[in-house]
């Protein structure tokens, strides 16, 4: 059953985050997962959740997510991120 993994960015740094982005990329690639949504316009439809940037990645299952997320390709891209973004970030599974 298909997993999604949602993040909420706030960018402080824009030209670091472009190399964050970038090796995030491949690592998300590597591990069979891929953008819904990256960074889009957005639109509040009720509440008061302002998020400034959202991305949505979709992969096999939770455990695929787990994986992406614990692998070297991904810590290395978090390390670029320090300093450069703040994020919120959860996965979760999908209906059949």
Known sequence: MAAYVIVETDV??????????AA??????????RYLARGGELAVLEGDWGPSRLVVLEFEDLAAA??????????????????????????VQGVD
């Open 12 to 21: 402080t740094d824009p030209g670091q985050y472009e190399r964050y982005k």
């Open 24 to 33: 995030a990329s491949e690592a998300v690639a590597a591990h069979g997962g």
């Open 66 to 91: 787990w994986r992406w997320y614990e692998s070297e390709g991904y810590r290395a891209a978090r390390r670029l991120r320090e300093g450069a973004a703040r994020l919120r970030l959860v996965a």
